[in-house]
């Protein structure tokens, strides 16, 4: 018996990997987050499996229902939204589950942070611009650790991707201020991948205003980054003519001849 934690992605159905469907089409108990896995996802399970919604669960229910399948020897596919990796339970569950002797897995999925960039049609890194990128949260009713604090972050000038943030969007901003000029680029995409999805570009002196006007308060990306708005960038060396890897030589005459 194993419990399956699957990524279902960040909203689209079709966003699960081929994986986590096979795994949800087969598992005889599907525990999934009800307020957030679109019911496509979990429509995929087979007749006879025992579908539950963990959204008005605490975790001790979650950890009966996995033990309850344990002793039946049943396999659960536990159904989250997004990546398993970023802002989940999955430390809080494993660790009791190991604790009681049950197996588990995890299997990835799309993130968030990732079908925001792909809504954009942004690559979140531009060769000697920007070759990182911070995923973090602003301090609110959950703290963040204090070296943590989005002022520190900022003095990177990575590409910040800001989860669970956007009802502190005046907070964001008022602190990334500090660090940025108020036409640094912002872009705010809600529900990424939804069908109501919704993009918002602007900067850190308008967001707040834009925001609040659209009336956006929770499930959206606060993505902070100078290559927003870049289209002047050196192309990368992987494809270029007069570059060697393990794949290909330089073709140094073909670019001497342009």
């Known amino acids: 018996m194993t419990v399956y934690f699957i990524g279902a992605g960040p909203g689209d159905p079709d966003l699960i990997t081929v994986k986590g469907a096979r795994l949800v089409e087969a598992c005889p108990v599907v525990l999934y987050t009800g307020s957030l896995v679109?019911?496509?996802?979990?429509?995929?399970?087979?007749?006879?499996?025992?579908?539950?919604?963990?959204e008005d669960m605490d975790l001790d229910e979650i950890i009966a229902v996995c033990e309850n399948a344990h002793q039946q020897g049943q396999d659960v596919a536990?159904?989250?939204?997004?990546?398993?990796?970023?802002?989940?339970?999955?430390?809080?569950?494993?660790?009791?589950?190991?604790v009681l002797g049950i197996d588990?897995?995890?299997?990835?999925?799309?993130?968030?942070?990732?079908?925001?960039?792909?809504?954009?049609?942004?690559?979140?890194?531009l060769p000697e611009q920007c070759?990182?990128?911070?995923?973090?949260?602003a301090s609110g009713r959950t703290p963040v650790p204090e070296k943590e604090n989005l002022k520190s972050l900022a003095a990177h000038e990575a590409t910040l991707c800001l989860f669970l943030s956007a009802?502190?969007?005046?907070?964001?901003?008022?602190?990334?201020k500090d660090v940025y000029p108020g036409n640094w680029p912002v872009?705010?995409?809600?529900?990424?991948s939804h069908p109501e999805?919704?993009?918002?570009?602007?900067?850190?002196?308008?967001?707040?205003?834009?925001?609040?006007?659209?009336?956006?308060?929770?499930?959206?990306m606060i993505i902070?980054?100078?290559?927003?708005?870049?289209?002047?960038?050196n192309d990368s060396r992987l494809y270029a003519a007069e570059f060697t890897h393990g794949f290909r030589k330089a073709r140094v005459a073909e670019v001497s001849d342009v």
């Open 131 to 137: 070759q990182t990128i911070i995923l973090s949260r």
């Open 38 to 54: 679109p019911k496509e996802v979990v429509a995929r399970a087979r007749e006879d499996a025992l579908v539950l919604s963990s």
């Open 224 to 233: 902070v980054s100078k290559v927003l708005n870049q289209d002047e960038f």
């Open 104 to 125: 588990w897995k995890v299997v990835p999925g799309v993130s968030s942070f990732q079908a925001s960039a792909a809504a954009l049609g942004q690559e979140l890194t």
């Open 187 to 192: 872009a705010v995409v809600e529900k990424a």
């Open 167 to 176: 009802s502190l969007i005046r907070k964001v901003a008022r602190e990334l």
């Open 197 to 220: 999805q919704r993009i918002i570009r602007g900067t850190l002196d308008t967001i707040v205003e834009q925001v609040e006007s659209a009336g956006i308060r929770a499930t959206a």
């Open 78 to 98: 536990r159904v989250q939204t997004g990546d398993l990796s970023i802002y989940s339970s999955l430390a809080e569950t494993t660790r009791r589950l190991d």
